[in-house]
Nanobody, 123 residues
Framework: QVQLVESGGGLVQAGGSLRLSCAAS????????MGWFRQAPGKGREFVAA????????DYADSVKDRFTISRDNAKNTVHLQMNSLKPEDTAVYYC????????????????WGQGTQVTVSA
C-alpha cells in the first residue's frame, strides 16, 4: 500500500512558478510509475505528466510541455512537478498518483492517489 501526500500548491500570478511535491510512504516507491493529474472546477480530471519507475522516461500533456518538469527521487520517496510560466488556465487541484505500470497518461492505470493540492494562477 502506498500513501501519497501533495504539497506546494498556492496562489501565484501568471508567469510565475510553483514546485509541487508528493511524498510517498512505504518502501516500494521505486516499484511505481508516478503521475500528476489535475482537475479544474467543472471539468474532468486531466493528465499532466508522468515519470517511469527509474525516472528515465517522462511524458507530458501538450498543454504543459516545455513549461512543466516532472522528476523523482527514489531515495527520498518523492516526486516533484516544477511548473514555470504558469497561466490562469493551469488553475486546478493537482493530484499525485502511483501505479505499478509504465509511465502512462491513463488515470485508470494508477492505483493510489493523494488528496490534492490547489494551484491558483491569477491573471
Amino acid at each position: 500500500q502506498v500513501q501519497l501526500v501533495e504539497s506546494g500548491g498556492g496562489l501565484v500570478q501568471a508567469g510565475g512558478s510553483l514546485r509541487l511535491s508528493c511524498a510517498a510512504s512505504g518502501r516500494t516507491f521505486s516499484y511505481y510509475a508516478m503521475g500528476w493529474f489535475r482537475q479544474a472546477p467543472g471539468k474532468g480530471r486531466e493528465f499532466v505528466a508522468a515519470i517511469s519507475r527509474g525516472g528515465g522516461r517522462t511524458d507530458y500533456a501538450d498543454s504543459v510541455k516545455d513549461r512543466f518538469t516532472i522528476s523523482r527521487d527514489n531515495a527520498k520517496n518523492t516526486v516533484h512537478l516544477q511548473m514555470n510560466s504558469l497561466k490562469p488556465e493551469d488553475t486546478a487541484v493537482y493530484y499525485c498518483a502511483a501505479g505499478q505500470t509504465t509511465a502512462t497518461t491513463a488515470g485508470s492505470r494508477y492505483d493510489h492517489w493523494g488528496q490534492g493540492t490547489q494551484v491558483t494562477v491569477s491573471a
